[in-house]
């Protein structure tokens, strides 16, 4: 009797659903997509989803869209399918401001002097009643290396106002945050998984340290060296958070550091941007590591070379798109992007011996 391949249903669209074909055909598993369709409204593209589950039934769902529709999060709680990330991730991270009321009321995390707004008018109370100037101010849409804007007086206010939330996949409103005197900025890759016990199985990627300029990411970096009490600190906040959420899945845990002490930011259940550069940095990508949760295979987040990445933007003058990978260098265009066009339009990616030497090649990418 031939015992059929498992299937696996990506849901979503772009790049970083093509890496999880790829990481998924090489573990041996077939996948079918399921796409948002712009001409169908919510509820008939629910329905289309809950049709599919039923005639195609996979033995694992992993879910691509930030953030995903209320619509289809009624239908995936509604299977029994292996689904990652969990319901209650997907739930809780679609909103940062649910998000941080989590990690704030519940969790009891340190974080900067926050408050949120959904109009211009809220957010200059907001401002004046305890936040003050100068401050940071972000959309709280649930995506990766979103805008951030510093304001350091009331006339600066409006503008920022207009450009954080022009983009704004769903209209959410934003944060406004108090300025941490920190030194860095950087993202700790948490998996949860299941062991041969049935007992949660937590591990920890090296921490991917970020560069920002005048308020648009720029590129990422791993790993990110700390200091040991730092990264203890760093892995006991991840762990809070994820085991709040449940698995399986991937994690990227957002933090500020000064020195030993840190401050959350953000949690989100993927790692879109940070997580293209573990295709040269990790012994195990986390597309393949995807694949491995929802297949339930052994994962491994050893590190296999420090690498490093640079967002380049419709500016760039370079031939980046007739570039090919290689096992030291890799260009990532993203045609579909879930992010902004003014955000990024692909990254370089390259490794090295150091992360220096990485973001010096990743340059020579763009410029040639």
């Not at 093509?18 to 919510?42: D, R």
């Not at 401050?263 to 573990?278: D, I, K, M, R, S």
Request: net charge neutral; hydrophobic share 45%.
């Amino acid at each position: 009797m031939i015992i059929p391949p498992p299937k696996i249903l990506l849901i979503g669209t772009g790049e970083f659903t093509v890496n999880l074909v790829e990481s998924c055909k090489t573990l041996g598993a077939e996948t079918f997509q399921f796409e948002p369709a712009s001409n169908l409204s919510p509820q008939e593209q629910a329905q289309a989803l809950r049709q599919l589950l039923e005639t195609s039934p996979p033995t694992a769902i992993i879910v691509g869209l930030i953030p995903i529709a209320a619509e289809f999060l009624e239908v995936l709680a509604q299977t029994s399918i292996r689904l990652i990330p969990s319901l209650a991730a997907l739930q809780v991270t679609r909103s940062q401001e649910q998000m941080r009321k989590l990690a704030v009321e519940v969790l009891d995390l340190p974080t900067s002097r926050y408050a949120f707004a959904h109009n211009l008018n809220e957010l200059q109370m907001k401002i004046a009643m305890g936040i003050g100037y100068p401050c940071v101010i972000k959309t709280l849409n649930c995506t990766e290396n979103k805008p951030q804007i510093t304001v350091k007086n009331a006339v600066e206010l409006k503008k920022a106002w207009q450009l954080i939330t022009q983009d704004q996949v769903v209209d959410l409103g934003v944060i406004v945050e108090s300025i941490i005197d920190a030194n860095l900025e950087f993202t700790l890759l948490t998996i949860l998984s299941v062991d041969a016990h049935g007992q949660p199985d937590l591990r920890f990627c090296e921490p991917i340290g970020h560069v920002y300029r005048d308020g648009q990411y720029k590129g990422s970096w791993q790993p990110q060296r700390m200091s040991p009490n730092a990264l203890q600190a760093a892995q006991h906040i991840a762990r809070k958070i994820v085991i709040h959420l449940g698995g399986p899945g991937i994690f990227a845990i957002d933090l500020l550091a000064k020195g030993d002490r840190l401050w959350f930011t953000q949690a989100l259940p993927h790692a879109f941007e940070v997580g293209f550069l573990t295709l040269l940095s990790q012994q195990q990508s986390i597309f393949e590591i995807y694949a491995r949760l929802a297949l339930g295979m052994p994962i491994s987040v050893n590190l296999k070379s420090p690498a490093a990445s640079l967002n380049f933007g419709t500016e760039s003058k370079s031939n980046v798109g007739e570039l090919t990978g290689s096992e030291q260098h890799l260009i990532k265009v993203f045609q579909n992007s879930h992010c902004s066009p003014k955000l990024q339009k692909g990254l370089a990616i390259a490794a090295g011996p150091d992360t220096q030497t990485a973001f010096a090649e990743a340059q020579k990418l763009i410029t040639g």
